[in-house]
């Protein structure tokens, strides 16, 4: 598909109900349907997407931060404009694969805000996103992204909830600060994570979304290879296509692209 802009699916939710492994199965299934070039952007300081990915990544942004900052960089010439040297940098350090590329944001060990590495960000999307067709965003867990504004103009948010009251509470208070800080987000959906098989868990479930508000994209089952291949540190992305999680998220996937292209997507 050719397009202008890079459709951009952001995942967020609290910590450890799943984001990256969601993000991971998302960027398989776009290599699967034959997406041009999709990029999965780390967005969370802790990095793990890269690993569940499959891929090395050696520099983060929040490296490139520092050395732009550094007074000893002094490889550049000093009419550089800086939003080249940002993007000379940021190509750099992005990691391709056949399948996507991997850009992960890391941290700022060092002086400077942190806000500077989401700016950058912010501009390598804003700049950028027209080499994509697709760009998967790892949010980083609670709502630091949204109130730095990281994730403005998405297509899609997924905000992922384990299958609690709390969880779903917490997913409910991000559309909310969404809608309250203004970012704008053509669809946002609750997707409930390591869902059980019980009826009457599940049902009580769907009930608490119902009052929520919250619009279910899709459950995700309790997976036991999810649990085997993180414990020896196997590459979510290579999950047998009949492992349940990788079922569910498909067809999360094909509801999400299905609702941003009207016809084939790629
Ligand atoms: N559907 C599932 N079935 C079984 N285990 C799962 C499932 N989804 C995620 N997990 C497990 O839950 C843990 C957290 O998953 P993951 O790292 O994707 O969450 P996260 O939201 O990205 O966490 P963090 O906030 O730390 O970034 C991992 O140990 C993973 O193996
Ligand atoms: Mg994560």
């Given at each position: 598909m050719k397009s202008d802009k890079a459709k951009i699916i952001a995942v967020a939710g609290k910590g450890g109900t799943?984001?990256?492994?969601?993000a991971?199965?998302?960027?398989?299934?776009?290599a699967e349907y034959g997406a041009e070039r999709a990029l999965a952007i780390d967005a969370d300081p802790a990095s793990c997407l890269p690993s569940t990915l499959g891929v090395k990544v050696n520099k983060t942004i929040g490296d490139i931060r520092e050395e732009i900052a550094s007074p000893s960089q002094v490889f550049f010439s000093e009419d550089m404009p800086t939003d080249m040297l940002i993007e000379y940098k940021i190509d750099e350090i992005t990691v391709n694969t056949?399948?996507?590329s991997v850009l992960a944001m890391g941290r700022s060990e060092g002086i400077g805000c942190y806000c500077l590495i989401n700016d950058m960000l912010r501009h390598f999307i804003d700049t950028l996103s027209g080499r994509f067709t697709t760009i998967v965003i790892d949010c980083e867990?609670?709502?630091?992204?949204?109130?730095?504004?990281?994730?403005?103009?998405?297509?899609?948010?997924?905000?992922?909830?384990?299958p609690t009251?709390?969880?779903i509470d917490t997913a409910l208070a991000i559309k909310?600060?969404?809608?309250?800080?203004?970012?704008?987000?053509?669809?946002?959906?609750?997707?409930?994570?390591?869902?059980?098989?019980?009826?009457?868990?599940?049902t009580?479930?769907?009930?608490?979304?119902k009052d929520s508000g919250l619009t279910l994209i899709g459950t995700v089952p309790e997976d036991e290879n999810i649990r085997a291949y993180d414990l020896i540190g196997t590459p979510i992305i290579e999950l047998p296509d009949d492992s349940k999680a990788v079922v569910a998220v498909k067809a999360i996937f094909e509801k999400i692209?299905?609702?941003?292209?009207?016809?084939?997507p790629y």
């Open positions: 799943g984001k990256t492994v969601i991971s199965l998302i960027l398989k299934f776009l056949p399948q996507f867990a609670g709502l630091e992204h949204l109130s730095r504004r990281t994730t403005r103009d998405v297509d899609t948010m997924l905000v992922v909830s384990d009251k709390r969880g909310n600060l969404a809608e309250k800080l203004h970012i704008h987000f053509q669809h946002i959906y609750l997707v409930l994570n390591k869902v059980t098989e019980d009826e009457v868990v599940k009580a479930l769907l009930d608490m979304v692209i299905g609702k941003n292209h009207e016809s084939s």
